[in-house]
Structure formats: structure tokens, C-alpha cells
Nanobody, 113 residues
């Protein structure tokens, strides 16, 4: 059974930076597409950034130029570097294996104004 464990969330002032990490454990073979989603109360979970097994990335419009997703396939990890954070980035962030029902437990990111 594959499990995802996120880390790196926290409280930061607007304009600051945070780096989220997601480590996958269990039986993972080959290159897999992974993504970061976020969710705020009362809203649907939304895709923030994704990366294919070949390293092709995609970003939600509001985070383009501020967030960077990267992966280390050898270590089964995916990271999200978040710069120039805004209060509207406040959410619970989830790591996800695309095309599966596997999600991490979520990590809270709070950006104060």
C-alpha cells in the first residue's frame, strides 16, 4: 500500500516563502505523475501544480511564476517551492498521485497579511 507523507507547512507572512515536501513509501515502480492540490473550507480541492514522470510541469494560473514543483524519482519525493506567498494561498495542501485515489494527509499553509 502506497502512502504519501507531506511536510513543510506552517505560518508565514505575505511575501515570504515555504517549501512543501511529499515522500512516497511503499511499492512504487517507474516514473509516476504527481501533483499538489489545495483546499479551503467550503471549496473544492483545486489543482495547484503537477509534474509528469518525464518532468513536464503544469501550474494553476494564480501561482505561475511564484511556485515551482519538482520531483526526485529516485527518492520518490515531490516538492513545491512557494515564493511571494499571498494571503489567498492559505489552504491545506495535499500531495497526490495522479490517476489514483492516493492522497497525503494534508499540510496547513497559512499566509498572514
Amino acid at each position: 500500500q502506497v502512502q504519501l507523507v507531506e511536510s513543510g507547512g506552517g505560518l508565514v507572512q505575505a511575501g515570504g516563502s515555504l517549501r512543501l515536501s511529499c515522500a512516497a513509501s511503499g511499492s512504487i515502480f517507474g516514473l509516476i505523475p504527481m501533483a499538489w492540490y489545495r483546499q479551503t473550507p467550503g471549496k473544492q480541492r483545486e489543482l495547484v501544480a503537477s509534474i509528469t514522470g518525464g518532468g513536464v510541469t503544469n501550474y494553476e494560473d494564480s501561482v505561475k511564476g511564484r511556485f515551482t514543483i519538482s520531483s526526485d524519482n529516485a527518492k520518490n519525493t515531490v516538492s513545491l517551492q512557494m515564493n511571494s506567498l499571498k494571503p489567498e494561498d492559505t489552504a491545506v495542501y495535499y500531495c497526490h498521485i495522479q490517476g489514483s485515489n492516493i492522497w497525503g494527509q494534508g499540510t496547513q499553509v497559512t499566509v498572514s497579511s
